[in-house]
């Protein structure tokens, strides 16, 4: 109880701190899942009828995820420096895959004689891809995003150590002073509210899968 009460006094004193932390990390969640649903998305729509570079680039995609995080933070300092654009880039990548192999597993889910049946119908190709693939697929894409979503934010906290900031700059500095008074209070601060931010995130999404989800193809 008094660990609770010492960590409820520790937020009460540092409000500023914690608001700019954790708006930093919601701006990286934000930036780096809708860009990287933006770029998968469009490649995975682009390589759907070809099997080659369907799977070479989702093979490329998996090759990021096989790359120890702070490897992969800190290999783009010498191009572009410390701070927010080698997190951005570093989220940017770890966050492809779910979107990419959700969308190409969502595409390649319609059945096909609904496809033949909407040709049948005078659609041409765009207009099969816009008005029944994507909707079709678009449950199955959302699932992606959202373990984009959730990847990002707890990834996001290896970006204190390149200067990113974020709500790792709590756990870093409460590791580096343990067992120095607030240490821990410091570390909780990080874990607890990054867990937080990601349960409401992905509340948010359900939300907007439930909204943009045609009722015909909610289960």
Known sequence: MNGVLSWFDYLSTRGDLVAETLFQTLTYVVLVTVAASFFAILLGVSTRNHPFAKELSLSIASVFLTIPSLALFTIFIPIVGLGFTPS??????????PIMRNTVAGLDSVDASVLESARGMGLTPLQVLAKVQLPLAWPVMLAGI????LLTVGISAIATLVAGGGLGDFIKSGLA???LPNSLE???????LSVALAFVIDLTLRG???VTTPSGVRS
């Open 88 to 97: 951005f880039i570093a989220l940017f990548l770890y966050a492809l895959l």
């Open 146 to 149: 959202r373990v984009s979503a």
């Open 208 to 210: 907007v899968g439930r």
């Open 177 to 179: 002073r343990l067992p």
């Open 186 to 192: 410091a570390i909780w601060t990080g874990v607890i």
